[in-house]
């Protein structure tokens, strides 16, 4: 198994360049088994996501080529196949995504339930929910989500929670319904916007993305196009909290400032200096970092996808800071790890209080999930002596090239086997 080692204590300086948004990517990548002709999409993420995705899609019958590391091509013309099984599914949250794209392709797919990152219970009520709004039946059968319609049309939903997943699988099974179908409390992270961006240049009628309120007129025929993927903000967000936690000096680059207004909100609480540019941001920091409290929420809001890396910075904060969890039940697994490295954290419930330490030392830990991962990673860099991170796969699959780009900045990181 492979594992990253840390030698820490090393401040990091110069550029990084952010790859495409993962999130997007997973959304669009299925997308694709809309169109009636060939797509291209580019600027997709290096992760093991996107290859996950792509094999699906190949499985499904559709011609995957990429024309190079990031740019694929995909004609979806040849698929017959609404199945994605078990072994398809179980690596990536996003398989769920194939219900709601099969499901518009050609009224019926048949899904098992996703994998993806352990947060406790990760439902699908919310997708149930709204392809029954657009129609469909949805039987539960021999552990398979099967979803199936005669034909679709358009329906009210409203979301009892905000739900990324759902607002996604509703639109991908929407836009060729018959009539309007309005989802009400959607999700409105940047990755919707994307998505719908795409839907739209391929002929579909999706107006409100971005608000709570999303209204999709059906239509008949989507065509291919050539898209290219927005750049990650949970990417971006982890490099900065690294400069932040190694006193460092990083422009990231390759970025839209304005997804990732909450995370500068609070690294500049924490003390650090954020340059704003149309294309890239500057962070610097000169002190250690100071206690800050932290919830999360949907977009607009910080991002639970950045909650453990934060919470990596402020273990060595001064004072104590509060995170409190607002989306997941249950994502503060990577505590325990950071406690291995001499954090000082409490847990209740939702809640984790962090009572910042001098300085953390370097040690033996795990990746529990992704963001998780990236958190390990955060505080091997800014910790004592040598931190070995095992379970890396969870972080391969969101993160591009993370040793190479970390390399670049002065970071004393490998990859071992
Ligand atoms: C997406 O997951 C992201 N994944 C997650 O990022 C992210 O943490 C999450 O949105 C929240 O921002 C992808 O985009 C592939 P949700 P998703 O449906 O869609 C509850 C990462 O690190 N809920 O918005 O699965 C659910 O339990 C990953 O990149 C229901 O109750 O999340 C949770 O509490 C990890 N019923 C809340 O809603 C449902 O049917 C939000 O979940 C669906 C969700």
Redesign the pocket.
Known sequence: MEKFVINGGKRLCGEVRISGA??SA??ILPGVLLAESPCVIENLPEISDVRSVCTVLSRLGANVEFLDNTTVRIDPTGVKAFTVTEEMSKSM??S?YFMGALLGRMNHSRVAPPG??D?G????????KGFEALGAKVMIEDGMVDVKADALSGGYVYLD??????T?NIMLAAVKANGVTVIENA?R?P?IVDLANFLNSMGANIMGAGTNAIKIRGVEHLHGVDYSIIPDQ?EAGTYMAAAVATKGDVLVTNVIPKHLESIIVKIREMGAKVEENDESVRVSMDTRPRMCKVKTM??PGF???MQPQVAAVLTVGEGTSIINEG???SRFRYVEQLSLMGAEVQVDGKRAFINGVEKLSGTRVRAV???AGAAMIVAGLMAEGETIIEDIEHIDR?YENVVGKFMALGADIKRIN
């Open positions: 993962k999130n997973v959304a949250r996003a769920s993806g990152c947060f219970v990760r439902p699908i009520d919310l997708h149930i929670l905000v739900s990324v997943g759902a996604v999700a992270e990755h949970i949907p977009h991002p639970t996808d989306v997941w039940d999930d992704l963001r969101g």
